[in-house]
């Protein structure tokens, strides 16, 4: 490191970078929960696409109210729950995940609740897309005009908080079939159908550039230390409560619409 | 929500009650803060408040942090018979894209939830003091009361974090 980047970062709080690729979501997702409960660092968890495309729902999610279960059931698709708020996404080789994990101290001006964590990672993610794109936040989403590439969810403790993302660097558009439209969409969609929607990153910037651009623009704020993801300081603790769980076949069966319902829906 | 803000506020000034109970009044005036503070209720540094009314207290969280927080759209709770520790969560709210942790500012067991919020989780923004009341614990340590904060006390506390942000 030079001398000028070794003094810029002194006085910055310490993050640690965990990169993965290919990790499975549920995986990462059991981590990131154990790192916000456990963990008194600053932790940011890059995972360069995962392996089984998989659905994952906030933690109120229900379902038959955001699923095609029949499809998702036919052709095993599995499905999260995960330990954070927000909608659905279905993930895959082509998702790019980076999720920053804070002491609510490490963010100077940056207090506690969902829109002012919102909007400081949007100030982040502005330096990672000058000059790429129209890039800005809307609503909760990571737009390039008003197409969106990235969702947002987040969980907030007393202390510490998580931010995650998910980018689209690609998408199959097969799989968008597993998700019904959600009753909650966010204004600036109007009636555009996914494709009119969402946008593919990868027609922006490659995956190396992008993960370089993030760790530059972290290391603006925070002075970063690479962890190799099977340290010991990467907590693997098999006794820790996940909030995160995978949804059983009978848990998803239960969801199927009844015998009534789908001849009511049939008839008209 | 803004509306029913602006007329607590108002009220504040004008030291008129802004709830039907009379034990319960908006504590002082909120020039810089526009969230209501109740008197009579005690208040933790997480922004949750407790009314401790003989042997029971009710808990919910502060107008301050709903208004921070967004619109709830789910409310995670806990099974009555169980048990809160002071400073502890014991469930979360869902609002946009988050979920956040509620603590408990006093150790108890739990006598009684708020079956309404899972039906009606924006009973949390419309009436975050009353309607949307989200446990009743029986105190184990009722001197624990002692250490949270009076309004005059939480609203400072309320008006130097947004300063301070």
Aim: glycine letters at 6%.
């Amino acid at each position: 490191m030079s001398t000028i980047s070794q003094a810029r970062s002194i006085g910055l709080p310490l993050m640690n970078i965990v990169r993965f690729k290919g990790a499975p979501i549920l995986h990462q997702l059991y981590l990131e929960e154990q790192l916000l409960r456990t963990s008194s660092e600053n932790w940011c968890v890059i995972n360069d696409g995962t392996n089984i495309p998989t659905i994952v729902m906030g933690i109120s999610g229900k379902p038959s109210e955001l699923l095609e279960v029949r499809s998702v059931l036919q052709d095993q698709v599995p499905v999260v729950r995960r330990f954070s708020g927000g909608g659905t996404v279905i993930v895959d080789h082509g998702t790019l995940f980076v999720t920053f994990i804070c002491n609510k101290n490490a963010v100077p001006g940056v207090q506690p609740y969902p829109q002012p964590i919102m909007s400081w990672s949007s100030t982040l993610y502005n330096e990672v897309f000058q000059g790429i794109g129209h890039f800005h936040l809307r609503e909760n989403d990571y737009v390039f005009g008003n197409r969106k590439f990235g969702g947002n969810a987040q969980s907030i403790t007393k202390n510490r908080w998580v931010h995650h993302t998910s980018f689209l660097w690609d998408y199959e558009a097969r799989n968008m079939a597993y998700l019904k439209l959600p009753m909650r969409t966010p204004k600036y969609r109007l009636a555009r159908d996914h494709e009119e929607f969402v946008c593919r990153m990868k027609d922006f910037l490659s995956r190396e550039a992008f993960i370089d651009r993030t760790l530059k623009a972290v290391g603006t704020q925070f002075s970063v230390r690479p962890i190799q993801s099977e340290a010991s300081s990467v907590p693997h603790d098999a006794t820790f409560q996940h909030s995160t769980t995978m949804l059983t076949k009978q848990e998803l069966e239960a969801a199927l619409p009844s015998q009534s319902e789908t001849y009511e829906l049939q008839r008209f | 929500m803004a509306l029913r803000m602006w007329a607590s506020s108002t009220a504040n000034a004008l030291r008129i009650s802004c709830t039907a109970k009379a034990s319960l009044s908006p504590a002082f005036s909120l020039s810089r803060c526009f969230s209501t503070v109740l008197d009579g209720l005690k208040y933790a540094s997480s922004h949750e408040w407790v009314k401790h009314e003989g042997s029971v207290a009710t808990i919910g969280i502060t107008d301050h942090a709903q208004d921070h927080l967004g619109e709830v759209v789910f409310v995670e709770l806990p099974e009555p018979g169980g048990s809160v520790s002071k400073g502890g969560s014991f469930g979360a709210v869902e609002s946009v894209k988050a979920t956040s942790d509620v603590n408990s500012p006093i150790s108890g067991e739990i006598v009684e939830v708020n079956s309404k919020l899972s039906e009606t989780p924006g009973l949390i923004n419309s009436s975050p003091y009353e309607d949307g009341w989200m446990i009743k614990v029986k105190p184990s340590s009722p001197s624990e009361l002692e250490s949270l904060m009076g309004p005059k006390e939480y609203t400072k506390f309320c008006e130097e974090e947004d300063a301070a942000h």
